[in-house]
């Protein structure tokens, strides 16, 4: 094992994961599941955040279909999706789209279907990006390691 | 407690969430319980009908399940609130007014911190009510209740054995050095009821007090995360 190496792994997952943080796409929550992780379940994170994605996937394509005829808007349905987008994306620790969803409702209770899809956009757009960004973690997580390393436990209290 | 090893408490989580089932599903296995997950309430009731066969008081009741394993058990029903169908209320309501589940301990999730929805689950039976995102440390306090149900289970069972026997009529206070067993569990019981007692209460009153001031953890400590 070249400990030069798994240090500097380990430096670079750290920085990466306490940036994802500070930047807010990731809360608290994201932390617990981690420690919820260990040798006997070492993909547990990555599989909970994989179903969260199928989840956003489907959820946005539903209500998309709801939102697209202006004169016959679902709002029930769209309010629906907003409330489980939101349960889950707290679930695992995905601010950025949790507060998306405080919008998005706030657009759905008053049948603002404008700010619907405005709002609709952008939680599509932040769970991307937040899927990208967990996919680079994953992949530093696996270079650590392979290179014979640990994960660093990153306390962000 | 003199417990066998294998005889772990048995959770049964119900959440239409396939995220939160996986979830709660590893919160539990983390807290040391063995875990059935199901998606709705509808789907609960039926896992519980074709398990529990030995607390029903209606033969009936057991005549409509044909594979009853006596030796399943569900020591806690955790449930989310919000389902479509059967919300984890319902769910409650039916647990709660079953003759054999009814001594099941039941515990509500839901994301959302309304007063008095709370207090109308706590009100209808549930043991806690847990604001989502659930953790560890608020699956540390339901230890207590899982530990009634099993208790009481085992004396059942125990009860249910000597029955089968040839042999005479079996009361729990009795000194046969076969059954000799029950009455240390007896006594743990009554302890326990007693100790469940005095938390249910501090815990609604907490619940209720803690739910219009805080809008966030209504069963947890405000701003300390627990360290595993």
Same mark, same amino acid.
């Given at each position: ?40 379940? &070492? ?12 989840? #956003? ?12 005829? &202006? ?44 700010? #619907?899809?405005? #709002? ?38 | ?51 529990? *066969? ?33 919300? *984890? ?70 009860? %249910? ?33 007693? %100790? ?14 803690? *739910? ?10 405000? *701003? ?5």
């Amino acid at each position: 094992m070249n400990t030069t190496i798994v240090a500097q792994l380990q430096r670079q997952f750290q920085d990466y994961i306490i940036s994802l943080y500070q930047q807010g796409f990731l809360d608290n929550q994201f932390s617990e599941l981690r420690k919820l992780q260990d040798e006997g379940t &070492p993909d547990f994170v990555s599989e909970v955040v994989s179903l969260f994605f199928d989840d #956003c996937a489907k959820l946005i394509n539903n209500m998309s279909k709801s939102l697209e005829r &202006p004169e016959n808007v679902d709002f029930k349905q769209v309010d629906s999706g907003v409330h489980q987008l939101k349960g889950s994306s707290s679930s695992v620790g995905a601010r950025m789209v949790k507060n998306v969803c405080i919008s998005f409702k706030e657009c759905c209770d008053v049948q603002n279907r404008e700010g #619907c899809l405005r #709002c609709l956009q952008q939680v599509d757009y932040e769970y991307k990006m937040l899927k990208t960004k967990l996919q680079d973690l994953f992949k530093l997580e696996q270079q650590i390691l392979q290179a014979g390393g640990t994960i660093p436990q990153v306390d962000i209290n | 407690m003199g417990m066998a090893a294998e005889s772990q408490f048995h959770v049964l989580a119900v959440d239409d969430s396939l995220c939160d089932r996986k979830l709660i599903e590893r919160l539990l296995q983390k807290s040391s319980c063995q875990v059935t997950t199901v998606e709705s309430g509808s789907k609960a009731l039926e896992f519980l009908g074709l398990r529990q *066969g030995l607390q029903s008081n209606d033969p009936n009741e057991l005549s409509t399940s044909p594979h009853i394993h006596q030796e399943v058990e569900v020591n806690l029903i955790i449930t989310d609130y919000c389902m479509p169908g059967m919300t *984890g209320y319902d769910l409650l309501k039916k647990v709660k007014e079953s003759s054999a589940f009814k001594n099941i301990p039941v515990v509500i999730m839901s994301s959302e911190n309304v007063p008095a929805r709370i207090s109308r689950c706590l009100e209808e039976g549930a043991e806690e009510f847990f604001l989502k995102p659930v953790r560890l440390a608020d699956l540390n306090k339901l230890k207590p209740h899982m530990m009634k149900t099993k208790l009481k289970n085992q004396k059942l069972e125990e009860i %249910e054995e000597a029955s089968k026997d040839e042999t005479a009529l079996v009361e729990p206070e009795i000194k046969d050095s076969t059954k000799i067993e029950i009455l240390p569990l007896q006594q743990d019981l009554q302890l326990v009821q007693q %100790e469940e007692q005095t938390l249910c209460t501090n815990n609604k009153r907490k619940s209720m007090e803690e *739910g219009i001031s805080t809008d966030r953890a209504l069963t947890r400590f405000d *701003g300390i995360t627990t360290t595993v």
